[in-house]
């Protein structure tokens, strides 16, 4: 079987670790597969949400800092994460986010239905209602019921000044097509089940950002191991992009690179996975340090908030 | 060589401009006055923001902090060579600037904003008011002085039209030389500050009561 490329996780800073485990965990149903520390600030959180299944192209990933200021969208930055749903679950989606209080509207993307609202940072989100649902996954949870929930990342989209260059790297090292362009929106396209899909929007002028809570950090895409990683680095690096070497990331191993167009690009491999050191009924329920980090746990924990995160919903 | 300035045309890139801010308080949109919180060496902002819990006052404040990458503002000792604590001096004053410029979009004024800072924050926040002198609300600078290998008093010009300042420190800080807490007064006299400067006999290296009780005495004055 054909390994399927598309985007393996997306990262963004949050404000507050509890209500951002709330709102992922409690208002969209998605399931906490990881809970651990930002490698390169181990006092504060990295929180992974993702499918029911755990699986590549569902992580949506934060690190939460308290008291961090709201930050504003700029160009160069991925500025929307849509999220796939199940055809036929529009009227339950409506429903649940109007009990919780979440206020949103309805869009279509490139022909297809979605809801768009923020969440509790302010960062943007659609959910797309598109593909059948998953399998169930037993011994695991399901806040939304399993053929309503969400299935992983429908895409994201893209603020840039800059269109070709970029179009360009996501063809040739991720196989993304160009499959439609409407106005100053562009869409590509893999084969993959989910994280399939990246839109460009063009914008006519830069315009400066901020960093804070709810901006994206990185976008991540997939390669099958370490292997085809260190190929597609050497490609990156050809290209003169500077990626950094391969880092060890425990679940995965990362290349980092900016392009041009201003986004901060990682390449993960599927391998190891989150259940390299956790069972897979049981991801999510402790907190998890890379081994480098294990001999400074007591101090570790001691500065992080706690967070407490349900496991059946409370609605 | 002159000092680097920040100004309009000022773009600086260097380690802190990508950083997060902190912020607590009440928002800016309601606030009356701003404080900048500049953390120290090894520290982060949502710690130094902690500090204003400590602050007894009815203003309404929007207090900020911004967060130094790798928890270091610059790398050497305050008292080395400058060049050496390049680029993360002129990146940290930079980042001063701009948080003051987005309260002053906020509608918050340079005399409305307060910058405090301990001990790499301190040394940060009296070399940005002394290289940027005008009129602001108050600056206190715990356990830090101006930044340089000496203070080169004829390198400093402009007016800081009698922004109240104080200074605490040890007598003996192990990392700050009283000599350079007196050295700091006395170019913030020179720049037209209002200065209260207090060294605590054998304190170590610290924030203690009696510097909360004139940061809240100077909040209070308003």
């Given at each position: 079987m054909k390994?399927?490329?598309?985007?393996?996780?997306?990262?963004?800073?949050?404000?507050?670790?509890?209500?951002?485990?709330?709102?992922?965990?409690?208002?969209l149903g998605m399931r906490l597969v990881k809970k651990s520390v930002n490698q390169d600030d181990p006092g504060t959180y990295h929180l992974f949400y993702g499918n029911q299944s755990a699986n590549p192209g569902?992580?949506?990933?934060?690190?939460?800092?308290?008291n961090a200021v709201q930050g504003k969208a700029g160009t160069g930055e991925v500025v929307n994460v849509a999220l796939q749903v199940p055809e036929g679950t529009q009227d339950y989606w409506e429903s649940r986010l109007t009990d919780h209080g979440v206020d949103y509207t309805m869009e279509d993307i490139f022909g297809r239905?979605?809801?768009?609202?923020s969440d509790p940072d302010g960062m943007?989100?659609?959910?797309?209602f598109e593909g059948q649902a998953k399998e169930k996954v037993e011994n695991v949870d399901y806040i939304v019921h399993f053929d309503k929930t969400i299935q992983g990342f429908w895409g994201a989209r893209m603020y840039l000044t800059e269109r070709e260059h970029t179009e360009k790297l996501l063809n040739e090292l991720f196989e993304f097509e160009q499959v439609a362009n409407e106005g100053n929106l562009y869409l590509y396209q893999t084969d993959a089940e989910i994280g399939h899909s990246v839109i460009i929007e063009v914008a006519d002028a830069p315009i400066h950002g901020q960093n804070g809570r709810g901006i994206v950090h990185h976008i991540a895409f997939r390669t099958e191991n370490k292997e085809e990683l260190d190929q597609l680095r050497e490609q990156v690096d050809k290209r003169g992009?500077?990626?950094?070497?391969?880092?060890?990331?425990?679940w995965f191993n990362s290349v980092y690179y900016r392009v041009p167009a201003g986004v901060l690009f990682e390449m993960a491999s599927d391998d190891p996975g989150y259940t390299v050191d956790e069972e897979f009924e049981h991801l999510g329920e402790h907190l998890i340090l890379p081994p480098w980090l294990e001999n400074k746990r007591d101090r570790i924990e001691e500065i992080l908030p706690g967070i407490r995160v349900p496991s059946k919903a409370t609605s | 060589m002159s000092l680097f300035r920040v100004t309009e045309d000022t773009n600086f890139e260097g380690p802190h401009q990508n950083t997060l801010v902190a912020e607590t308080g009440v928002p800016s949109s309601e606030a009356d006055y701003a404080m900048i919180m500049i953390h120290g060496r090894g520290a982060s902002a949502p710690?130094?923001?902690?500090?204003?819990?400590?602050?007894?006052t009815d203003k309404k404040i929007t207090y900020r902090a911004p967060q130094a990458n790798g928890h270091t503002w610059y790398p050497y000792s305050f008292m080395a060579p400058t060049d050496r604590n390049e680029p993360g001096l002129s990146s940290g004053l930079q980042k001063i600037h701009d948080i003051i410029e987005e309260l002053e979009s906020d509608g918050i004024s340079k005399d409305r904003i307060f910058l405090l800072g301990f001990s790499q924050g301190a040394c940060?926040?009296?070399?940005?008011?002394?290289?940027?002198?005008?009129k602001y609300a108050g600056l206190i600078a715990l356990s830090g002085g101006v930044i340089g290998e000496s203070v080169d008093f004829d390198q400093y010009t402009g007016d800081?039209?009698?922004?109240?300042?104080?200074?605490?420190?040890?007598?003996?800080?192990p990392h700050i030389p009283k000599e350079r807490v007196n050295e700091t007064e006395e170019l913030l006299k020179q720049l037209g500050a209002d200065v209260t400067k207090k060294l605590y006999p054998g304190m170590g290296h610290l924030v203690n009561e009696d510097e909360i009780k004139h940061i809240n005495a100077l909040l209070n004055s308003k």
């Open positions: 390994h399927q490329k598309g985007i393996h996780h997306i990262t963004a800073l949050a404000g507050d670790a509890q209500r951002n485990a709330e709102f992922y965990t409690q208002v569902s992580s949506l990933t934060f690190f939460p800092w308290p239905t979605a809801l768009r609202f943007e989100l659609d959910l797309v992009l500077h990626p950094t070497q391969i880092i060890d990331r425990h | 710690s130094i923001l902690d500090l204003s819990s400590a602050f007894e940060l926040a009296s070399e940005f008011i002394a290289r940027h002198p005008a800081l039209q009698k922004t109240p300042a104080f200074l605490g420190c040890s007598d003996v800080d």
